[in-house]
Nanobody, 114 residues
């Protein structure tokens, strides 16, 4: 079964940047779409960004122009580059590969605070 591990979260000040990584094991994922989701305390999990099997990407409106999703097929990894971070970006971030039915990982905590 394919599993994913998220990493790269941390505490950052407003306006700062972080790069999250989603590394898959068990199968090559280059042909599959990969999603980044986030869940803030007391809120439902929301889809933040998606990269399709090629290079096409989509973003939720609240992160457009600030977040960039990309993939490194050699490393079997998908990244989420986050810039101009805001306190409302604080959440646990998860990645998922819908086409492979990957189980949810533990996520990585992102906290934006001064």
């Amino acid at each position: 079964q394919v599993q994913v591990v998220e990493s790269g979260g941390g505490l950052v000040q407003p306006g700062g940047s972080l790069r999250l990584s989603c590394t898959a094991s068990g199968r090559r994922i280059s042909a599959y779409g990969v999603d980044w989701h986030r869940q803030a305390p007391g809120k439902q999990r929301e889809l933040v960004a998606r990269i399709f099997g090629g290079a096409m990407t989509t973003y939720v409106d609240s992160v457009k122009g600030r977040f960039t999703i990309s993939r490194d097929n050699a490393k079997n990894t998908v990244y989420l580059q986050m810039t101009s971070l805001k306190p409302e970006d604080t959440a646990v971030y998860y990645c998922n590969i819908p086409g492979l039915g990957t189980p949810w990982g533990q996520g990585t905590q992102v906290t934006v605070s001064s």
